[in-house]
């Protein structure tokens, strides 16, 4: 008998068959290159402010380096529960409707994980998050994306939403203002889709790690809505806003019972968040708001000037609302996004994501990172008009 071992022979059906992330592909291709302008990865180019680094520099000089509660810092959650009625409106228990998790991704990794039978339908607006679909295959769900336009603003309507849903649908996931687009939503156009997901008795998952970063009118929670609270997670977190992306703090509230069911899962799993990043999530949402909007501003000019350079090569673009994400058309090249994106890389050193990495409804796009220096994205686009006047 041969001794002879094949390791991946072992490995699950449904790992199998999830794709590698198509934003780390072309970041560790950047990592490879010199003299590379990457618009690939979506991270703020600002380094943590001060203050909150100091937070964080204190509790360890202070020695707040055990475990905490599963659920988290209570001063944590008593802060993120006074800053939420104060923003979006919604009220939650900090005892026990707030959950402190590794940043966002583990709160709707767990969310999904406490809420998904087999079988069960996830519905969600494409192009989105990477990490979307392939977190509802984990949990043995079926996921459905429901396409959006760049015509709408890359808004989902509540009409797409009904045609999909089927006798087997039970969650629907919102991400507003969007990764890749930029897309947000309206008052009336959520008070819509609540009224289907009620109809239908469906749970929603809200990721509003982007809602800080809102460049024009009012960012709404569909958990404000009324009669929607008890029927929402709502998921934020502390990367994009505060630009903390390295200190993995997310949160997830809703309703008592699901957050205990999330905990569980996270006891298991992670335990606890760092008691240290904690600390400075405490500093960030306490007395970080100035820092904050000055960032946002320094977003806003710089997504006007991308956008109008794209419109000005011939790529129309619309105009993102929210996030630090631009997301052009490059359908008038007869590019595959893929194609493009490789080839642009190839000859003018400038890194972007193709749209399809986002769902097949992001076909024909780019995702264009603006979190990035203005001179950065000055050079970025002489390359990107040059490129395309050689194709």
Same mark, same amino acid.
């Given at each position: ?5 094949? #390791? ?36 703020? @180019? ?35 529960? @006074? &800053?939420?009625?104060?923003? #979006? ?35 969600? &607006? ?23 336009? %760049? ?36 008052? *009336? ?18 990721? =509003? ?9 009012? &960012? ?62 405490? =500093? ?22 991308? *956008? ?39 000859? =003018?050193?400038? %890194? ?40």
């Amino acid at each position: 008998m041969s001794s002879s071992i094949q #390791p991946d022979h072992f490995i699950a059906e449904h790992v199998r068959s999830i794709p590698r992330s198509g934003i780390r592909e072309f970041f560790e291709l950047v990592q490879n290159q010199k003299d590379v302008i990457s618009l690939g990865v979506g991270e703020p @180019d600002f380094v943590t402010p001060w203050h909150i680094r100091e937070a964080a520099i204190f509790a360890l000089e202070k020695g707040r380096t055990t475990y905490t509660s599963n659920l988290g810092l209570l001063k944590l959650r008593e802060a993120i529960s @006074d &800053h939420l009625r104060n923003a #979006p409106g919604l009220a939650y228990d900090p005892s026990n409707e707030i959950l402190i998790s590794v940043g966002v991704s583990e709160a709707l990794d767990i969310a999904l994980r406490a809420l998904v039978n087999p079988g069960d339908e996830v519905l969600y &607006h494409e192009p989105c998050y990477v990490s979307y679909s392939p977190s509802v295959q984990l949990t043995h769900g079926v996921a459905v994306p429901v396409p959006c336009s %760049a015509d709408s603003g890359f808004a989902v309507s509540a009409e797409a939403i009904e045609r999909a849903v089927t006798s087997r649908s039970k969650i629907l996931m919102l991400n507003f203002p969007t990764n890749p687009t930029g897309g947000t939503m309206t008052r *009336v156009e959520l008070l819509r889709i609540a009224e289907v997901v009620m109809r239908h008795n469906l749970l929603v998952i809200t990721d =509003e790690i982007y809602s800080e970063l809102t460049f024009e009118g009012e &960012h709404v929670s569909i958990a404000s809505l009324p009669g929607m609270r008890d029927r929402t997670v709502f998921l934020h977190g502390f990367s994009k806003a505060y630009s903390m992306t390295g200190f993995r703090i997310g949160y997830a509230c809703g309703p008592s019972a699901i957050i205990e069911a999330m905990m569980r899962i996270h006891q298991y799993s992670m335990l606890c968040a760092s008691y240290i990043s904690q600390e400075a999530a405490i =500093e960030a949402i306490t007395r970080g708001e100035a820092d904050m909007i000055a960032m946002r501003d320094q977003y806003r000019a710089r997504r006007n000037f991308i *956008v109008k350079a794209f419109e000005s090569m011939g790529l129309p673009c619309n105009l993102p609302r929210g996030s630090f994400y631009a997301f052009p058309c490059i359908k008038p090249t007869g590019l595959s996004s893929k194609e493009f994106a490789l080839r642009l890389l190839k000859t =003018e050193k400038v %890194a972007c994501v193709p749209g399809d990495a986002f769902g097949a409804s992001g076909e024909g796009f780019l995702r264009c990172c603006f979190a990035t220096s203005l001179d950065q994205l000055e050079i970025a686009a002489e390359r990107m008009e040059r490129f395309l006047k050689s194709i």
